[in-house]
């Protein structure tokens, strides 16, 4: 019988997770430091120019529709933070009323034999208490943890007498006006702002500084690579498993190719040519849409097949980081990387020998696991978080012959040491059998909407117990975590496995619709479900709506199975 399950987070995957289980019978309870549902959507994180790399209708559950930006026509539908925000607390009235406790800290997780005990504290009383589930769903995207170096850190910028400010990126929102009052300068004299790093949420921060009159610096090594076009793409080319990001799943290679196409396009020398010499075109033409000159630093991104750095830019705006960049309005030091304090107290120093004046300095370094501070050490290790020092050595190279994988970039050091110990980055192995530990939203994944809410279905299956392929063993689970860690080498050789474990514990970037089908298939569900023969399915459009009878086919599945 269903039982009370806490689920840990209230961002997409903890919402949909929640919704999904509470559909099936348990009785749910959503835990979340935030004031507000949404996870990285909550109104506290949110802020002008924040901007997704979905536009409208890309990005929803099948269990609640998504309006349309006011801006659709201009910007192509493109989805910002605010409309994010919008969806997910709509959401979270709509199914989730009276489920989620807000403004919660969450001190410790354990288990003992027969229950989870949870001890929370409300963050504005500061009252505490412990609460008792059956089952956890960890939903916390295990990545609000700053990852700040400590060479960069606020504490080393104070030892070097710099005195300016310094912040990580993931406290922007909260300190915007303090930054905005604190650096206002003037056109002879302006503040120097310098953003480190050359992800999504460095380009964000940069051109809504920008757009607040401001001139910062970005600081990168290599920058995320982009798609773009010049104008928007009509929905039944954008949403085909065969144009933009659906294409991609098919010009990616997966660790299963699941049909004679993907066999064509990775397996053979003519193939090998289609797929990387589409992969150069859409770098080329995104450029080019983008009005990128060959000798900007813009072009110094990261291998869109390689890795897992990539935007979704759709069509140029005046007010996006690149028409900045290109405008004079964001400077680019780059190829470059901060490496301390100036002696003067009033710059940064970089590897390249330069040395920028900064009155403030934002980190954009990336996130650290946060599962570590809920976690005590022998609680992750009974349920079996922790990566692994690979066991089985003779695990064969399965995709020898993989000709779209040849010539792949330096493999990271660190690869080569470790495997993730959590099955399908759902279940810890080791867990496998007490069906009463599950995660959603540690695969990376370019259509969270649609992977966060197959996946909440496997959980649910998972936790009622119903008929499932599964390993029979934790040692096979554990074996098939071996397996996966050999395919990120191979596919992504540059990703370091070693980072961190919430959110490299398996990588569908690009193939999400194909590992969205296993998934599928491991509750002996349809999967393809766009439909199609042989030679239209990769055509078809990939719709969300899919996924809104599962309840019903999953309750139909175990009526016949009881």
């Not at 529709?65 to 933070?81: C, F, I, K, N, Y």
């Not at 089952?135 to 943890?145: E, M, P, Q, R």
């Not at 040519?273 to 992969?279: D, T």
């Not at 030091?333 to 040395?355: C, E, F, Q």
Request: hydrophobic share 35%.
């Amino acid at each position: 019988m269903p039982g009370a399950v806490a689920v840990l987070g209230a961002g997409a995957a903890g919402l949909i997770t929640a919704h999904t289980l509470s559909t099936d019978g348990f009785d749910v309870q959503v835990i979340t430091r935030d004031d507000t549902p949404g996870g990285q959507w909550a109104k506290e994180r949110v802020y002008p120019g924040l901007q997704l790399n979905n536009v409208h209708g890309e990005f929803r559950f099948s269990a609640h529709e998504m309006s349309a930006p006011p801006d659709s026509a201009v910007t192509g539908g493109r989805l910002t933070g605010q409309d994010m925000h919008k969806y997910m607390k709509e959401f979270a009235d709509k199914f989730l009323s009276g489920k989620i406790m807000l403004g919660t800290e969450i001190l410790n997780v354990r288990r003992d034999d027969l229950s989870w005990a949870l001890s929370v504290q409300d963050i504005a009383t500061g009252e505490s208490k412990i609460l008792k589930f059956s089952k956890i769903a960890l939903c916390n995207g295990g990545t609000s943890k700053p990852m700040i170096p400590e060479y960069l850190s606020p504490a080393n910028a104070k030892r070097a007498r710099f005195e300016g400010s310094v912040m990580h990126s993931a406290h922007f929102t909260a300190h915007m006006e303090e930054i905005l009052e604190a650096v206002p300068g003037s056109s002879e004299s302006p503040r120097a702002i310098v953003v480190v790093g050359g992800g999504k949420s460095a380009q964000d921060i940069c051109a809504y500084l920008a757009g607040e009159g401001h001139e910062p610096t970005i600081v990168y090594e290599k920058t995320d690579a982009f798609t773009a076009g010049v104008k928007s793409l009509p929905d039944f080319i954008r949403k085909s498993r065969h144009a933009k990001c659906r294409m991609l799943s098919l010009l990616s290679p997966h660790i299963n190719l699941r049909t004679w196409l993907e066999r064509f396009l990775h397996t053979t020398w003519l193939g090998s040519k289609i797929v990387h010499g589409n992969w150069n075109g859409i770098m080329t033409s995104s450029f080019k849409a983008m009005g990128i000159p060959e000798n900007s630093p813009l072009r110094l991104t990261y291998s869109p097949f390689w890795n897992i750095h990539t935007n979704d830019e759709g069509i140029p705006r005046e007010n996006g980081f690149h028409s900045l960049v290109n405008n004079g309005k964001i400077n680019v030091i780059a190829p470059g990387r901060m490496t301390g304090y100036g002696d003067d107290g009033h710059s940064v120093l970089l590897d390249n020998g330069k040395s920028p004046k900064a009155d403030l300095v934002i980190l954009a370094t990336g996130y650290m696991s946060s599962w570590d501070d809920i976690f005590d050490e022998k609680t992750a290790g009974d349920i079996g978080f922790h990566r692994h020092h690979p066991i089985h050595q003779d695990l064969p190279d399965e995709w020898v012959n993989y000709k779209t994988l040849a010539n792949p970039p330096a493999l990271h050091p660190e690869n080569t040491k470790w495997s993730s110990s959590i099955y399908k980055g759902i279940v810890p192995a080791t867990n496998l059998l007490r069906r009463d530990f599950a995660i959603n939203g540690a695969v990376l994944t370019t259509n969270d909407g649609y992977s966060f809410e197959v996946a909440a279905h496997w959980i649910s299956s998972y936790f009622l117990g119903d008929k499932m392929k599964l390993p029979a063993t934790p040692e096979e689970a554990l074996k098939y975590t071996e397996r996966d860690a050999l395919w990120l080498r191979k596919r992504h050789p540059g990703l370091d496995l070693s980072l961190n474990e919430s959110c490299t514990s398996y990588s569908a970037f690009w193939t999400w619709p194909q590992h969205s089908d296993e998934l599928l298939e491991d509750m002996y569900l349809p999967s393809m479900r766009s439909g199609g023969n042989w030679f239209t399915w990769p055509f078809k459009v990939i719709s969300i709506t899919e996924l809104t009878t599962l309840h019903k086919e999953r309750d139909a599945n175990r009526r016949k199975n009881i």
